[in-house]
Structures are given as C-alpha cells and as structure tokens.
C-alpha cells in the first residue's frame, strides 16, 4: 500500500486549498480514509476522515463547515477541500487509511502517507 499526498502551498488567512492522496495497492471504497495534520511542536491530530463502506464522512469540530472530504473512485484518490483557512491551519497534512470501526476517533490508521505542507499566513 502506498499513498501520495499532494496539493499543500502557501495561501493567506481566508483562502483556500485542495489537498489530494493518491493510493495504490487498495481499493478506497473498501477502506477508511482519514486526513491528519501535525502542527510544529504538537502532536498530530485527526482532521476528517470519509468511509464509503459506511456512507459517512466525519471531521474534527476546528474544521467542520470549512473543509470537505471527498473520493474519487475512478483516480483512486480522496480529497480535502481546505476553505476559509485560518493560521492555526498551518501543519503538514497527512492521509491515512483505517479498517478500524473506530475510524471517526482516529483509530486504527495503519498505513500513512507522507505529508503536505499546508501554510496559512495572516
């Protein structure tokens, strides 16, 4: 299993950003796909996640009604939609994939990509 996170930059507060991860050697509609995000000096945090065995997505109360996950089966990568970034956006941004039921709390993530940076300037 390999997973490819791309689309991170720099963008000023208010902005927006799409961030995409590409998997190979797994099929996404069989998995739970998480984002997650480490701030410098803190530990990483879950962001969202999306499972279309369950039908449902889930985010982190910081970003809901801001961000949007979402997959596309036919490039086999899932997406997050990034708008009205603030500051406290600013992290490298990691997907994830789970077969845990617990995937909303973030559990269970056992492969990993290998980071965007995502930078938000006031």
């Known amino acids: 299993v390999q997973l490819q996170a791309s689309g991170g930059g720099l963008v000023q507060a208010g902005g927006s950003l799409g961030l995409s991860c590409a998997a190979s050697?797994?099929?996404?509609?069989?998995?739970?796909m998480g984002w997650f995000r480490q701030a410098p000096g803190q530990e990483r945090e879950f962001v969202a996640a999306?499972?279309?065995?369950?039908?449902?997505?889930h985010y982190t109360d910081s970003v809901k009604g801001r961000f949007t996950v979402s997959v596309d089966n036919a490039k086999n990568t899932v997406n997050l939609q990034m708008n009205g970034l603030k500051p406290e956006d600013t992290a490298v941004y990691y997907c994830a994939v789970s077969q845990n039921v617990n995937w909303r709390m973030g559990i269970g993530y056992n492969y990993w990509g290998q980071g965007t940076l995502v930078t938000v300037s006031s």
């Open positions: 050697g797994l099929t996404l509609r069989n998995y739970h």
């Open positions: 999306i499972s279309q065995r369950w039908g449902a997505t």
